[in-house]
């Protein structure tokens, strides 16, 4: 059975930080690429970022290239996700997926999913 479950959202200013943790079992870890995908009120979900299974390659959307940072390491049970200079259209729903492939930004190629953790950025 695959599990992912969320940590780290909270409430920040516009420009703040925060770091949000996905831990898998070590199953998955072994098998799956990892990433994020976020929802907004009254939004699409859409996709964020991924990671391949041994931490080697990431693929970003071009909405937080060069603000966010996805990483693990090839023997972590744990994933994150560095969120810096955060903006108020980043506030939403962030979910933890897994996924055979890192190098896709399609929710159909992400079949496990945690339950979300909310991230708010006030302006």
């Known amino acids: 059975q695959v599990q992912l479950v969320e940590s780290g959202g909270g409430s920040v200013p516009t420009g703040g930080s925060l770091r949000l943790s996905c831990t898998a079992s070590?199953?998955?870890?072994?098998?799956?690429?990892l990433g994020w995908f976020r929802q907004a009120p009254g939004k699409e979900r859409e996709f964020v970022a991924a990671?391949?299974?041994?931490?080697?390659?990431?693929f970003y959307a071009d909405s937080v290239k060069g603000r966010f940072t996805i990483s693990k390491e090839s023997t972590e049970t744990t994933m994150y996700l560095q969120m810096n200079n955060l903006k108020p259209e980043d506030t939403a729903t962030y979910y933890c997926?897994?996924?055979?492939?890192?190098?896709?930004?399609?929710?159909?190629?992400?079949?496990?999913w945690g339950q979300g953790t909310q991230v708010t950025v006030s302006s």
């Open positions: 997926v897994g996924g055979r492939w890192f190098n896709t930004n399609r929710e159909r190629d992400f079949g496990h």
């Open positions: 070590r199953r998955t870890l072994s098998n799956y690429a």
């Open positions: 990671i391949s299974w041994n931490g080697e390659n990431t």
